[in-house]
């Protein structure tokens, strides 16, 4: 099936990116995929009704692939190889199955390729180059008819046109992977960045304009945080990142959803997101692929930057940001629709949810400081549920994102979380 409309595919431009499956079938565990009408009728057509029954479940309007008790899909096989891609090959398999990790994001312009770090390959940086995947991406992109042009915008009333999504997005990378200053102060600046950017009117700010304004933001940013130091998080913020960090970890399986009923789901997930606000006692059990840890355990771990992995972490957190901004995965459709700079703050609270994350997966495993893995865990869960999760993108989260702009919310819970300022 060709696309409707022609849109030139731009794949993540970002040479310390690698990535090949490795065949740890981590994705077939761990994700919930939806079924497209085509996908349904290749299901059919390879009859697996004979074999295994119904491969297929219904919730909520939509058809799945059926999951086992576990959560696993129901064609994964032993050693993490996929059944229909066994015994009919790869094309054979759902879209979305063939696509992860990639995925795309409609601007004005062009559909962004980006990439999942939900992905054990793309986490470990292991793998071909990005380019090599061109002709693969092409192909499944020609079967998404839906792949048109999105409209992305700058604030409210204000629509970014391709050139200044670019401006945008070249100078908060070029601060990200800016070696000279160093990676706590680029994050300080991101955040500071978000915090400046929203509510701000860019009617008048266009094309060229814009370009000069983020430059010299940009530009100012080593002067200019230094006058304003940041201050340790308030009670109430470091509720809020730890609600935030909950919100980002949170995975309710189809299985037990059916099982417990929307109301009971509904219940159980506000009183989880409550016990993290509160951040006492043993943190809610989060499924099986969380480790659980005592929230008291979570504040003695020290900060990432004491880890002995440090120089690792910091590498995988540049790589993760820029390939979140580059991607395409920061705003606009690769992010709920969200307007430029509230993409820019939402990156900067995954961040810091991501950091909080690491230290708590470190507490879990009892380890005073945190180590690569610990990030890599956090960084996973953080990537695998943003512009995916659809409470990620609720009015809830828009205002959790508003009571962090207010008083150097934003600033002071990133700092909270990587550094953990008190
Ligand atoms: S998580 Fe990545 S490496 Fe593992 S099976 Fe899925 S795509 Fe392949």
Known sequence: MQRAATIPLQILSLPSQRYSCHGCGNCCRDFTVQLRDADLEKLRSQDWERTLGDVTVEFRGRRFLAQRPDGACVFLLEGGKCRIHAEFGLEAKPLACQLFPFNFAPDAGAAHVGISFACASVLANQGAPLPTHMREVRRMADAVPELVPVRTFLDDATEATPEELQCVAEALDGWIANKAVPLLVRIDGLAWLGQQLSGARFTKVRG?????????????????????????????????LRQAAFFRLEDPKIGELRRVGRV??????????????????????????WPSADFAAIDEVRSLPDSPEWTACEELLVRWMR???????????????????????????NVACACWLARAHAAAGRRAEPALEDLRAAIGRVDRACGRAPWLGSRAEAMRMRFLRVDDGLRRVAAAALLNLD
Not at 274 to 280: I, L, Q
């Open 264 to 289: 009971r789901a509904i219940v159980g997930q506000y009183l989880r997101s409550r016990a993290f606000a509160k951040g006492s006692g043993v943190m809610p059990a989060m499924g099986d692929r």
């Open 323 to 349: 390939a979140t901004i580059l991607g395409g995965r920061a705003w606009g459709s690769g992010y709920y629709g969200w307007s430029v700079p509230a993409g820019i703050q939402a990156l900067a609270l």
């Open 208 to 240: 060229g304009r814009l370009q000069e304004l983020m430059q010299t933001l940009v530009q100012a940013l080593p002067q200019e945080l230094p006058l304003h130091p940041v201050q340790p998080a308030t009670r109430a913020q470091r509720a809020t």
